[in-house]
């Protein structure tokens, strides 16, 4: 199959050069400025910061479990300018790089560290993430119930810390702010009602994202009994607030410290079902690696195989299920990104250029309107491929 070719960080002007000429810089000011990091750390935080903007990729030096993987993976980015390189790939590594820097993997006060914990953490104890919980209850049917949850996870996704939305993001309501240029709600929910089987999430963020994910997965497990959950986490820091098993347990928390009916019953679906094997968590290296979701190893293809169907949660996870790349959008996301082992369902706010499946002529009302509709969060997709 032909697959258009993935997005560049030498293209002059595109959302690509920006994120690293201007966002990966403060983000590494940031982190910095959030941790207690002694002078050797600072210094190679800083160093990585003049790589980035001025010098060329360079491998791991360090001794880690994950070097031989990349060293293989990377390949092809070693010796390339940072802005002039696979914009997926590079930012994969960039994350990387991060961790070398903060000796997340080595030995001593700082291993297991993980570098954007204060940031996550205040949104984990934020009004507003309270706001969340307090306006979680929805009536109705059971398929516009899971319409409500699905819309309140996609307005979750604009709560993303490494995007300059986040604050107000935080602030909106389960589905305010976010306009829906494809909605496949109701083709997910067909894949969804069915009982039995098992249902699987790719999480995204951290905090609020997190927080409607869980909802979502509570309600779920709670209308079918024999339905089993899998949810696919990172294995280390990535993306800011990417969702490890330390926050899924984080989160799990703060609705223990909820005192609303609609909490108090998710917290107890979602231990009982951590409890009874009907719900695990899944940290494949794939997540952290710079792969796309047609590259999926063989053990990870047939895991996923046995799912009835597939979250897919974000704007990275959705970047990579079709190739990072510009397709004609008119494309279905399911020849976008064929050879998925399983039914998909992608929830996400647009954050970056790559967007399938949209009806002819939108793309050019939607320029009319918002020259920037594709970056700034505003709007979103919920769609299906099978």
Not at 147 to 176: F, K, M, T, V, W
Not at 217 to 243: E, N
Request: proline residues 6%.
């Amino acid at each position: 199959m032909f697959y258009p070719p993935p997005l560049s960080t030498g293209e002059p002007g595109s959302f690509a050069r920006f994120t690293f000429e201007r966002r990966m810089p403060i983000m590494i000011d940031d982190i910095i400025a959030g941790n207690d990091f002694p002078a050797g750390i600072v210094d190679a935080l800083r160093a990585f910061r003049v790589e980035v903007l001025e010098g060329n990729i360079r491998p791991l030096g360090e001794d880690a479990p994950d070097v031989e993987r990349w060293r293989a993976e990377g390949a092809g980015l070693y010796g390339r300018a940072w802005l002039d390189a696979p914009w997926y790939a590079a930012e994969a590594f960039f994350f990387r790089r991060l961790l070398e820097a903060t000796r997340y993997f080595q030995t001593g006060p700082w291993q297991g560290h993980d570098p954007f914990a204060s940031q996550k953490r205040r949104e984990m104890l934020s009004e507003a993430l309270g706001q969340v919980l307090a306006e979680s209850a929805a009536d109705g049917s059971e398929e516009a119930r899971f319409g409500a949850l699905l819309r309140a996870c996609l307005a979750g996704n604009r709560a993303d810390l490494s995007h300059a939305i986040a604050a107000e993001a935080g602030r909106a309501g389960p589905s305010a702010g976010v306009d829906i240029v494809v909605d496949e709600t109701a083709a997910a929910w067909r894949l969804v009602s069915p009982a039995g089987g098992r249902i699987d999430v790719i999480l995204d963020n951290a905090g609020i994202e997190l927080m409607r994910d869980l909802l979502l997965v509570a309600f779920l497990l709670q209308r079918d009994p024999d339905l089993g959950m899998t949810l696919h986490v990172k294995s280390h820091p990535m993306f800011v607030s990417d969702a490890m098993a330390a926050d899924v347990e984080a989160a799990i928390a703060r609705l223990g410290a909820e005192h609303g009916a609609v909490p108090r019953r998710a917290l107890a679906t979602l231990r009982a079902a951590f409890g009874a094997g009907r719900l695990s968590l899944s940290a494949h290296p794939l997540w952290t690696s710079c792969r796309f979701f047609r590259e999926i190893p063989d053990d990870l293809r047939a895991d996923l195989a046995q799912a009835r169907a597939v979250f897919i949660k974000g704007d990275a996870n959705y970047r990579r299920l079709i190739g990072d790349a510009r397709w004609v959008v008119t494309t279905s996301l399911a020849a976008a990104s064929a050879g998925f082992p399983a039914p998909r369902i992608a929830v996400r706010t647009l954050k970056s250029d790559p967007l399938v499946g949209l009806p002819p002529g939108l793309v050019e009302r939607l320029d009319a309107e918002d020259s920037q509709w594709r970056i700034n969060g505003r709007r979103g997709v919920i769609q299906v491929g099978i």
